[in-house]
């Protein structure tokens, strides 16, 4: 055995090399290429039709005085800082309420789930359609109780509200995995907190909670990631060629921004700098998430 | 879920802490002892919530396929069931829009994308599951590494590449990227492989079998709820992707069907004429292919799903 072994292995090396291959053929084209392909166009001016012409820095100089750039960071983090809270507050309290849904929780896990599967598009025709100040079904259903629901659509303080609202209604994926991590809180220890006297929300803050921390992280992270570059909803209720009826800077997202930079005005080189920027951004907030999860994340036992 | 990784796209993420083998088993059935709630008035308040809940998940399709049914006229009167029935709007939407070529056209898009990304991802994530080799780590750890990268950082030279085969306005760049793999995609399925007996493969090849054949016989059969669960998400994810539409597809007749609803919003929606009865009818014909394949793969979608964030 000890003879065969090291030719049987070196041979196995070269099969290993040949499943991997697809792979590597691919990252090595469309990954580690395009990512380093991106960095040079950053430095340069480029249209497509004409060679790219090098510039140094100048894109970024451009970047930082151009006020849009501002504008699609700032109305990002806003989105961002309202909708990862609040997806993460509704899909807990979700998950919540199917683990005490005894016989009918398929029936009602299904309807939580059923809306992710909406194409993006439709959900912001959907968005455009409900949300609408004037017949929209929100502002009927807020009329019930006398208030008069705001112009989601048109109002610039009120649009990047209602894409969070909008962005309430695909949390089943979230609602899901909660679902999964409250399902392994051991009923032990929800025992021995009932013994010593603790109550339903003191029983969540204290044990619930702690050990479903690595799920919530997991949640926090994604979404914070998806948040960061969220394009589809936003672009298809606010931008493209037929919208001249909406002001839509209150939705210019850093993605869309960088969107129109590329495609529709071409300019490849100042786009390439503006994804390096957004590439930056992600990098920082999710190197911040990992030094706070240090702190805050419980893991028991056997993981590290 | 469809914060997928797929190369090119800005709004998708992959996650390193995804699962292990027990991604496609059956989940361990709730403990109903554990979840009652105490009392009958805690059990009404959780069962109104649910109910209400669910209303407000669930209505925003009715009123959507309701809409649908109604004339131009009556598309915003937010009643339940229309005055007037109409299946009209399902006919005029095929003469407004080529829907029959758009939804080809998302048919084969979204089966090359899932058979291509099913069957290299399942060939990578074995390589990296069966043999030991130098520098496997090191390019293992690179898999998990590129699913951080976002989409906006190669999505630019990616399209030049497309562009500089000539594929710009084709549907060829919104799957061919797939026969690479996905690293969201391998790394499941490894995690799959390696819950698997490493005897049986042993046993196999001491038998004769060649490394092809314990891969293709043995090893892939008994990865199939996996399979599965990374088809469906493909799927899911290939259907409903808009950007590539719009970066890639040029004239009408080459649209998917995402792109064309976008294009029918700008056009009948806010883009003037206002035929919202043509983008609703559209919206519907769109999600409803999502529909379905979510109550044929259910079980499936919601296991996979659920393992995504456990495991951590």
């Given at each position: 055995m000890s003879v065969a072994a090291p030719a049987r292995r070196r041979s196995s090396g070269?099969?290993?090399?040949?499943?991997?291959?697809?792979?590597?053929?691919?990252?090595?084209?469309?990954?580690?290429?395009?990512?380093?392909?991106?960095?040079?166009?950053?430095?340069?001016?480029?249209?497509?039709?004409?060679?790219?012409?090098?510039?140094?820095?100048?894109?970024?100089?451009?970047?930082?005085?151009?006020?849009k750039?501002?504008?699609?960071?700032?109305?990002?983090?806003?989105?961002?800082?309202?909708?990862?809270?609040?997806?993460?507050?509704?899909?807990?309290?979700?998950?919540?309420?199917?683990?005490?849904?005894?016989?009918?929780?398929?029936?009602?896990?299904?309807?939580?789930?059923?809306?992710?599967?909406?194409?993006?598009?439709?959900?912001?025709v959907l968005l455009l359609l409900l949300l609408n100040g004037q017949s929209g079904l929100v502002n009927e259903f807020l009329a019930w109780f006398g208030i008069d629901g705001p112009n989601w659509t048109t109002d610039a303080a009120w649009v990047k509200p209602g894409l969070v609202l909008m962005s309430l209604w695909t949390v089943g994926s979230s609602v899901i995995i909660l679902l999964a991590a409250l399902q392994e809180v051991p009923e032990e220890l929800l025992d021995a907190a009932r013994v010593d006297g603790a109550g339903w929300?003191?029983?969540?803050?204290?044990?619930?909670?702690?050990?479903?921390?690595?799920?919530?992280?997991?949640?926090?992270?994604?979404?914070?990631?998806?948040?960061?570059?969220?394009?589809?909803?936003?672009?298809?209720a606010f931008f493209g060629a037929g919208n001249t009826t909406y002001s839509n800077d209150a939705a210019l997202f850093y993605a869309i921004y960088l969107f129109q930079q590329a495609f529709e005005f071409l300019h490849m080189g100042y786009a390439s700098a503006l994804a390096m920027l957004l590439f930056l951004v992600v990098m920082l907030v999710t190197a911040l998430q990992v030094l706070l999860s240090r702190r805050l994340v419980h893991y028991t036992g056997d993981r590290a | 879920m469809s914060t997928l990784d797929r190369a090119g796209q800005v709004g998708d993420t992959g996650s390193p802490i995804v699962p292990d083998a027990t991604a496609a088993r059956p989940t361990p059935r709730p403990r109903p002892q554990a979840s009652r709630p105490r009392g009958r008035t805690g059990r009404v308040v959780v069962g109104a919530l649910l109910v209400l809940f669910t209303i407000a998940f669930v209505?925003?399709?009715?009123?959507?396929?309701s809409a649908s049914l109604k004339p131009r006229s009556d598309v915003f009167d937010n009643r339940l069931i229309p005055e007037t029935l109409t299946f009209d709007n399902y006919i005029e939407v095929w003469n407004a829009a080529p829907m029959a070529a758009w939804l080809l056209n998302t048919a084969f898009v979204t089966v090359m994308a899932t058979i291509t990304v099913t069957m290299s991802s399942a060939l990578v994530a074995w390589g990296f599951a069966r043999y030991r080799f130098r520098g496997r780590n090191l390019l293992f750890g690179?898999?998990?590494?590129?699913?951080?990268?976002?989409?906006?950082?190669?999505?630019?030279?990616?399209?030049?590449?497309?562009?500089?085969?000539?594929?710009?306005?084709?549907?060829?760049p919104l799957w061919a990227g797939n026969v690479f793999g996905t690293a969201f995609y391998i790394f499941l399925l490894?995690?799959?492989?390696?819950?698997?007996?490493?005897?049986?493969?042993?046993?196999?090849?001491?038998?004769?079998?060649?490394?092809?054949?314990?891969?293709?016989?043995?090893?892939?059969?008994?990865?199939?709820?996996a399979l599965v669960v990374v088809a469906l998400f493909e799927f899911q994810a290939a259907w409903t992707d808009l950007m590539r539409g719009l970066i890639y597809l040029r004239d009408r007749e080459d649209f998917t069907v995402p792109r064309g609803l976008k294009s029918m919003l700008d056009q009948f929606g806010f883009g003037g004429e206002w035929h919202w009865e043509l983008v609703v009818t559209a919206s519907v014909i769109t999600t409803v292919p999502?529909?379905?394949?979510?109550?044929?793969?259910?079980?499936q979608i919601i296991q996979g799903v659920a393992s995504t964030g456990t495991k951590g």
């Open positions: 070269r099969v290993a090399l040949l499943f991997i291959s697809p792979w590597l053929i691919g990252f090595a084209v469309f990954m580690a290429y395009p990512v380093l392909y991106t960095v040079y166009l950053s430095l340069t001016d480029y249209d497509v039709i004409n060679d790219p012409t090098f510039v140094g820095l100048d894109n970024y100089r451009e970047l930082m005085g151009d006020e750039v501002v504008l699609a960071m700032r109305n990002t983090f806003v989105y961002t800082a309202m909708a990862v809270p609040a997806q993460l507050a509704i899909s807990l309290a979700l998950a919540l309420l199917l683990q005490r849904a005894g016989r009918a929780a398929g029936f009602f896990r299904t309807a939580f789930f059923l809306p992710k599967m909406t194409p993006p598009v439709a959900v912001g929300w003191k029983r969540l803050w204290h044990v619930v909670l702690p050990i479903i921390s690595p799920a919530i992280y997991f949640i926090v992270v994604v979404d914070t990631i998806a948040s960061l570059q969220s394009f589809t909803e936003a672009y298809t | 209505y925003p399709f009715v009123w959507l396929v690179l898999v998990l590494a590129s699913m951080m990268i976002p989409g906006a950082a190669t999505m630019i030279p990616t399209y030049l590449i497309w562009d500089s085969l000539g594929m710009v306005g084709t549907l060829t490894r995690q799959f492989f390696l819950g698997l007996p490493t005897e049986l493969f042993d046993a196999a090849e001491m038998d004769g079998a060649g490394h092809w054949r314990v891969f293709w016989h043995i090893a892939l059969p008994l990865t199939r709820p999502m529909i379905v394949v979510f109550f044929l793969g259910q079980k």
